[in-house]
């Protein structure tokens, strides 16, 4: 399809897809090793930019395999950079969707390392922003 071109969205996008595969198949080193080349092609492609918000779900996805694989740190690294992302291009509507997810999964990553209070905290924001959409919802 793009074969003149390697560095085209489409083919970050079908090696994100393959990456989900493995994570879903538990195969953990092969959807990181996919992840991070579908990363390489977005970083090409938006010139190093990464605050694109392409990089939201590279980083959300990385974010969860890493928090599979139980290394914490680096799940919380790219959690909190999806979410540095998402509150920058959604800066006008802070109760997206996207953003109750990746609190919720910033939440659950404190909640592994144990730190029950902040992930509660974190709990409570993602359920403020679904509660709003909730409302937002049922009046359209």
């Not at 509660?120 to 509660?131: A, D, G, N, Q, V």
């Amino acid at each position: 399809l793009h074969a003149d071109n390697l560095n085209h969205s489409d083919i970050a996008t079908s090696l994100t897809n393959i990456a989900l595969y493995y994570d879903n198949k538990g195969d953990y080193a092969k959807a990181l090793e996919f992840l991070e080349e579908s990363y390489t092609i977005k970083k090409n492609i938006y010139k190093n930019n990464l605050h694109h918000y392409d990089f939201f779900e590279t980083f959300n996805d990385m974010g969860q395999v890493y928090l599979r694989l139980g290394n914490y740190e680096k799940s919380l690294y790219y959690y909190e950079n999806s979410y540095r992302i998402l509150k920058e291009f959604f800066s006008d509507n802070p109760n997206h969707p996207d953003i109750a997810i990746v609190l919720n999964n910033i939440g659950q990553c404190y909640y592994r390392k144990s730190d029950y209070e902040t992930a509660l905290e974190f709990y409570k924001k993602s359920l403020e922003i679904r509660k709003i959409i909730s409302v937002d919802w049922s009046t359209n």
